[in-house]
C-alpha cells in the first residue's frame, strides 16, 4: 500500500466518520426518500458505493500497470483529498443544524451566505467531489479515478438541480438574488 493510498483511505474513513457527527438530529440523518429529495440520497450513496468500489480496486490496477498515474499525481491527489474534506467540513459546520442528507427544510430554516457560501452554493457538495477525486488519484489508477469523476459528479450535478428548484421555491426572491452572486461549486466558473 502506497502512502498516497493509505492517506486517502484515512481522508475517506474521516469524512464518513464526521457525516455522521455533523448532523444534529435524525431528521437530518435519515435516508428515507422525500418527494423534495427525489431520490438524490440514494443516488449519491450509490456514487459513493461505486467510487469506493473503484477507488479499492485502483491497487490493483496498478499492480497490473493499468493507466497508471506518476507519483506526483498521487500527492497532487492527497492535497486535493485534503482540500475537499475540509471544505465538506467547513461547510457542514457553516450550515449547523441545517446540515441534512436530505433536501428539506428546518423548523426556522434560512438561506445561509456565510462561510465557503459566499463563494458558491453547494460547496459541501465541492468538497465531497474534491475528496473523492483526489483519493481516486492518490489511489494512482487513471481508470478508478475517471469511473470516481464521473459517477460523483453525475450524482452532484442532479442533487443540485433538484435542491436549487427547491430552494427557489422555499425562499423565492431572496434564492434567486443569492443565486445571482454566486456560482454552484468552483468560484468564477461553475
Known amino acids: 500500500m502506497t502512502a498516497p493510498f493509505a492517506l486517502a483511505v484515512a481522508f475517506l474513513l474521516a469524512f464518513f466518520v464526521l457525516e455522521g457527527r455533523f448532523r ?23 456514487a459513493f458505493a461505486i ?30 483529498a485534503i482540500a475537499g474534506l475540509v471544505t ?9 443544524r441545517f446540515y441534512s442528507r436530505t433536501v428539506a427544510l428546518a423548523s426556522e430554516h434560512r438561506l445561509v451566505r456565510a462561510g465557503p457560501y459566499r463563494f458558491v452554493r453547494h460547496p459541501g457538495y465541492a468538497g465531497a467531489i474534491c475528496l ?16 470516481i469523476a464521473l459517477v460523483t459528479v453525475l450524482a452532484y450535478h442532479r442533487r443540485i438541480r433538484v435542491e436549487e428548484e427547491f430552494l427557489r421555491d422555499a425562499f423565492g426572491a431572496e434564492y434567486v438574488a443569492y443565486a445571482k452572486t454566486t456560482h454552484r461549486l468552483v468560484p468564477f466558473v461553475y
Open 88 to 96: 465538506r467540513l467547513w461547510s457542514a459546520t457553516i450550515l449547523g
Open 51 to 80: 467510487a469506493g468500489v473503484a477507488f479499492v480496486l485502483s491497487p490493483l490496477l496498478v499492480d497490473g500497470g493499468i493507466a497508471v498515474l506518476p507519483d506526483a499525481v498521487r500527492w497532487a491527489g492527497v492535497a486535493l
Open 132 to 147: 473523492w477525486i483526489g483519493a481516486g488519484l492518490a489511489g494512482g489508477s487513471g481508470i478508478a479515478t475517471a469511473a
Open 24 to 46: 444534529q438530529d435524525a431528521a437530518a440523518r435519515s435516508v428515507a426518500r422525500t418527494a423534495a429529495d427525489r431520490g438524490t440520497v440514494r443516488q449519491i450513496g450509490g
